[in-house]
């Protein structure tokens, strides 16, 4: 390992220019390894954004009882998949952890007790979206799970409590999928871009809301009715938007890029604040 990197593992984070922050719709584990819009808007971002000093990744796929946040230094690459090509489990995203981001993380969240984990690593969540922002996998990325039993206030708020690692060069990026209804999908057409009528209007009420800054009607996504009950069936892969909402400050400006629906009950749209 080069000395910066063991460097970025041990050194406490000093104060830098806010980070912006990321939510990006994942889609398919097989972005990883395609080339498409999709993967070119992942990479397109990271040239827009500074490069950060570490990531902390809050993935619909680790779900726990209670909170946790990975405090390895080298976190192994996870394949939570099934049923794809041998090419796509074949994939290692060997970025290092940041034990001691881990343990500021910790310290800074005092609604709940946040455990450190050493048996997670880097689910597909988190490495087949960052490969593209970062494919030298020179920046150490930690995970922050989501406790499966506490409702969208609870992670609103919980998220706000980890805002100030925006200020050490610290990105924090959500990834899900807004519209994520897997039951739904056109297996069939699963490359094309086209939306169920629920689906384009779930994504443009849920759109309309983010950019007006109506985090209120996000955080009450039960409340909104039968297009939003068919586009979240499961709050998982929507869960990381508000993390990555909720660090939103003042008159920070927000953009979406990806916003396209696919295969019928899913959505790419991602988020960029700041």
């Known amino acids: 390992m080069k000395l910066q990197e063991l460097s970025n593992l041990t050194a406490p984070l000093g104060k830098t220019q806010k980070m912006p922050v990321l939510f990006l719709g994942h889609g398919s584990p097989?972005?990883?390894?395609?080339?498409?819009e999709f993967?070119?808007?992942?990479?397109?971002?990271?040239?827009?954004?500074?490069?950060p000093q570490a990531i902390l990744c809050i993935s619909a796929h680790w779900e726990t009882k209670g909170t946790f946040v990975t405090a390895m230094a080298h976190p192994p690459t996870i394949h939570d998949f099934g049923g794809f090509p041998k090419a796509l489990f074949d994939v290692q995203?060997?970025?290092?952890?940041?034990p001691e981001l881990a343990r500021e993380t910790q310290a800074m969240i005092t609604q709940t007790e946040v455990h450190l984990d050493d048996k997670w690593?880097?689910?597909?969540?988190?490495?087949?979206?960052?490969?593209?922002?970062?494919?030298?996998?020179?920046?150490?990325?930690?995970?922050?799970?989501?406790?499966?039993?506490?409702?969208?206030?609870?992670?609103?708020?919980?998220?706000?409590e980890i805002k100030s690692l925006r200020e050490k060069g610290v990105l924090i990026i959500g990834s899900?999928?807004?519209?994520?209804?897997?039951?739904?999908?056109?297996?069939?057409?699963?490359?094309?871009?086209?939306?169920?009528?629920?689906?384009?209007?779930?994504?443009?009420?849920?759109?309309?809301?983010i950019?007006?800054?109506?985090?209120?009607?996000?955080?009450?996504?039960?409340?909104?009715?039968r297009a939003?009950?068919?586009?979240?069936?499961?709050?998982?892969?929507?869960?990381?938007l508000l993390y990555s909402l909720a660090l939103k400050e003042g008159d920070e400006s927000v953009s979406l890029f990806n916003d396209h629906a696919l295969a019928g009950s899913l959505t790419m749209t991602s988020v960029k604040i700041g």
Not at 121 to 146: R, T
Not at 211 to 225: E, P
Not at 228 to 240: C, K, M
């Open 228 to 240: 939003w009950d068919l586009a979240i069936p499961t709050p998982e892969h929507y869960l990381p």
């Open 211 to 225: 950019l007006n800054g109506d985090h209120r009607t996000l955080i009450n996504f039960r409340a909104q009715g």
């Open 93 to 98: 995203y060997p970025a290092p952890g940041s």
């Open 30 to 36: 097989m972005n990883a390894i395609e080339e498409n």
């Open 39 to 51: 993967v070119a808007g992942f990479r397109k971002v990271a040239q827009d954004i500074p490069t």
């Open 121 to 160: 690593g880097l689910d597909h969540g988190a490495w087949s979206v960052i490969k593209h922002l970062y494919p030298a996998a020179n920046i150490p990325v930690i995970q922050l799970s989501i406790d499966y039993s506490k409702p969208a206030q609870y992670h609103y708020e919980l998220a706000r």
């Open 176 to 209: 899900g999928n807004m519209v994520h209804n897997l039951r739904m999908v056109e297996w069939s057409r699963l490359h094309e871009t086209f939306g169920f009528d629920w689906a384009l209007e779930a994504r443009e009420q849920m759109n309309a809301s």
